[in-house]
Antibody, heavy 122, light 106 residues
């Protein structure tokens, strides 16, 4: 069955970076893309960006341009998201999701990881 | 960027009721509209994709329609497990965007 398993929660200081992993299984990793979505406490989800494992092509929301890096390790069927320059506003749960728009990104998202809580505090 | 607006933001209903949630896009998105259900402490779950296509395993009491800028999600007979927050999401273009959510409460 399709599974996306994310790395554990993180506590970071302002200005630091965080890297979250998303280990996938149960499907051909290079056939799909992975989108990253975050959700601040009590807020709706926000799309951050997308990476195509096959092409290593990415799309990044303007809201995260310059701070977001997405990569994949094809043999390990794992996607990674790194966000730099953290502030308290980046405190949220970060999700990876399988993206059915294989060539363009942006959803729909049919399988999701369990979420990785990231807290930014001094 | 395309903005998505849902109404209402919260909704009270009894088990067995029929409820409708609306979603409006700031510009036409054709039929690239998806609906998700999110229960507390869980990841969102895809219910409907491409405006009206039921995701595998989703009960048929969930129905959706629309095109262009205006879309609706209807639950024909609300069950106890349906009390959750619902989000629409446009996949017409990036950046993808979600609505602010509609919380369905008893």
């Amino acid at each position: 069955q399709v599974q996306l398993e994310q790395s554990g929660g993180e506590l970071k200081k302002p200005g630091a970076s965080v890297k979250v992993s998303c280990k996938t299984s149960g499907f051909t990793f290079t056939t799909y893309g992975i989108s990253w979505v975050r959700q601040a406490p009590g807020q709706g989800p926000v799309w951050m960006g997308w990476i195509s494992a096959f092409h290593s092509k990415t799309k990044t929301s303007p809201s995260f341009q310059g701070r977001l890096s997405m990569t994949t390790d094809i043999p390990a069927t794992t996607a990674y998201m790194e966000l730099t320059g953290l502030t308290a506003d980046d405190t949220a749960i970060y999700f990876c999701a399988r993206d059915l728009a294989a060539d363009t990104g942006g959803g729909p998202f049919d399988y999701w990881g369990q979420g990785t809580p990231v807290t930014v505090s001094s | 960027d395309i903005q998505m607006t849902q109404s209402p933001t919260s909704l009270s209903a009894f088990v067995g009721a029929r409820v409708t949630i609306t979603c409006r896009a700031s510009q036409s998105i054709s039929q690239f509209l998806n609906w998700y259900q999110q229960r507390p402490g869980e990841a969102p779950k895809l219910l409907i994709y491409g405006t009206s296509n039921l995701q595998s395993g989703v009960p048929s009491r969930f129905r959706a329609s629309g095109s262009g800028t205006d879309f609706t999600l209807t639950i024909s007979t609300v069950q106890s497990e349906d009390f959750a927050t619902y989000y629409c999401q446009q996949s017409y273009t990036t950046p993808a965007a979600f609505g602010q959510g509609t919380k369905l409460e008893i």
